[in-house]
């Protein structure tokens, strides 16, 4: 909790930084409430008082942001779509750091056969197109939620771990490492309660580029039409957009999703940029 504590510290020091939390909040509120506050169900048709389908029904007091062409309604569509962007962004993120982190860690210090065989492994992911083979293991083992965070799980941990290792090898060599050692501390102790916490600044900024990754390929699966068919995602609002051909003619429809991908998006960017800027003063030297 410590090293929350000081991320949330680092970040609100800037304005950049606080605008991006602010916004980042709204979001995770919005993931959380939204579907209990959507006026309408999102995959539920819609009828005039006529009893005809409102079809591209422009925005109105009634549906704030209109309606699709099958007559949902897009603005409960909205609400709901944040929570699967939120659910997969986090997920992905933190399981792709927490393994990163301890392939890092464990290489970095071992060295020797162990680095060997462990950055080996992560050179064989780093040669997988990151996409595609996500939409391979989609296309063999099913389009759910759980198997996309998997899926990203599998291959975004890569970089984490090679930021990591370089680290390590530098932080193994200091003198608080020698103590520990004279002290009779085993690798795990020395690992984990000597070098993890001189390393986790690395992760946290690591975290929040992984988390905007996720998002970003998540809202792309859905848009390609691999995401999970029973879950209403900003990337799947614009691909039934795009696959009734009414992109330009219903702008209500596809504006909306677009814009919260890309808001959502830039605020984690921002947030990352905001604490590496902070936790290393040297960046800001450099500009």
């Not at 959380?32 to 006529?50: E, L, S």
């Not at 984990?192 to 792309?220: C, D, G, Q």
């Not at 609002?237 to 696959?243: F, G, N, T």
Request: net charge positive; with cysteine.
């Amino acid at each position: 909790m410590d090293i929350l504590r000081k991320f949330y510290q680092a970040t609100w020091a800037t304005t950049g930084g606080r605008i991006s939390l602010l916004v980042f909040g709204f979001c995770v509120i919005l993931a959380i409430v939204g579907p209990w506050i959507a006026p309408f169900d999102p995959m539920a048709r819609n009828y005039d008082a006529a009893g005809k389908l409102l079809r591209l029904a422009p925005p109105s007091s009634e549906h704030w942001l209109g309606t699709t062409v099958f007559g949902r309604d897009v603005f409960s569509q909205m609400l709901w779509g944040a929570r699967p962007a939120m659910i997969i962004g986090v997920l992905t993120a933190v399981g792709s750091v927490i393994i990163g982190l301890n392939f890092g860690l464990i290489a970095g210090y071992f060295g020797g056969r162990i680095d060997s065989l462990l950055m080996r492994i992560t050179d064989i992911l780093l040669g997988l197109p990151f996409l595609p083979f996500i939409i391979v293991v989609l296309s063999l083992s099913g389009r759910s939620i759980w198997t996309i965070v998997l899926a990203m799980v599998v291959v975004l941990w890569r970089s984490t771990a090679r930021i990591v290792r370089a680290e390590v090898m530098s932080l193994r060599e200091r003198q608080f490492v020698a103590a520990a050692r004279t002290t009779g501390a085993s690798d795990f102790d020395i690992l984990y309660r000597e070098i993890a916490p001189n390393v986790l600044p690395l992760a946290m900024t690591s975290i929040t580029f992984a988390l905007a990754w996720a998002i970003i390929t998540e809202a792309s699966i859905g848009f390609l039409g691999f995401g999970d068919p029973d879950v209403v995602s900003w990337g799947s609002i614009i691909y039934e957009a795009y696959a009734s051909q009414m992109m330009y003619r219903a702008p209500w429809w596809v504006v909306p999703p677009g814009v919260a991908i890309m808001v959502l998006v830039t605020s984690v960017y921002f947030i990352g940029r905001a604490y590496e800027d902070v936790v290393n003063p040297r960046l800001q030297e450099g500009r």
